[in-house]
């Protein structure tokens, strides 16, 4: 008792139960918005494109990429004068993976150094995937959504791993990202970029190859947000000093994923630096996109993949 003639509550006196149950109330739900907030900021295939072509324009856009794809193919392959090779693709598909490993199995007079969108958090694992072939934990985020799946270049990589400087987790962890999108800040593309500059630096004369998502790998503007904070890793590695010369940005893409994919059936690679190059951008990337001009601006090759396959997530890890 008090001098008041209160009582005073002891520090050990529990909380009476209706108390408790409307604490635990706002646990749930803030536990629910959570879970909702990360399904809706979760990574998803991209849309269906939203520009439509008339008939006139689908014929002129098919036929310059046509004549760009006759040779297109053969210069993107010659990788003899570049330092740093950006791939972005569309997350979740089979082909993308397919179509790098491709290009990479030609790469026979460097080693390679493979830079992945995986959280950092994750490296051990992956060492342990390139080392062993596989790796349990690394396969269980797969299925879980905490990490894309990239199990069929993991299997690519442990079968080439003579050949490979490193295999490196380039992305932040997932709690990061997440909280970064719920506040509209992006350290993503800084902490990217710092990876393929540290690769550079710890192996000259390597391949450098970052295989990420689209947004990630364009050299100019701004995405998602116009804020000074969205810039892709291949315009921030511009800034840094790599030279334009040495560094390629291909955009990997399929069936009903981008304009010019239904203006030009494809399947096959584009070259920007061709008369398709001074197209607008919107024919490539169905995505907001700020302070940018022509596609050139963006990516050096678009490469149709045709029709894409769905990477089956409880199988993601198979070999």
Known sequence: MNLSGGFS???????????????????????????????ALEPEETPAPGLTLPEAERDRI?????????????????????????????????????WLARLLDGVTNRRIALLLELPRGFQPEVDRWVATGRSERLEEAIRSRDALPFGDLLAWAHRNRSRLSGVVAMDEDGSRVFWNRVFLRDTRNRTMADAVL???????GDLVVAYGGQMHML????????RKDRVPAGARLLREGVPRERMRSVLLSGERKAPVCDAWAGPGA???????????????????????????????????????????RPEAGSR
């Open 9 to 39: 509550v002891s520090p050990t006196m529990p909380l009476p139960r209706s108390r408790w149950l409307r604490i635990l109330g706002v646990f749930l739900v803030l536990a629910v918005g959570a879970a909702g907030l990360r399904t």
């Open 62 to 98: 098919g036929a310059l990429a046509r004549a760009s794809a006759a040779d297109a193919g053969r210069r993107l392959e010659d990788l003899s004068g570049v330092d740093v090779l950006l791939v972005g693709e569309e997350h979740f598909y089979v082909e993308t993976q397919a």
């Open 198 to 204: 540290s690769a550079r630096r710890a192996g000259p």
């Open 219 to 226: 050299l100019a503007g701004r995405y998602r947000y116009d």
């Open 270 to 312: 584009l070259d920007m630096a061709d008369a398709i190059g001074a197209e607008p951008w919107a024919l490539f990337v169905d995505y907001p996109l700020f302070r940018v001009g022509t596609s050139r601006d963006l990516f050096d090759f678009f490469v149709h993949l045709g029709p894409l396959t769905r990477v089956s």
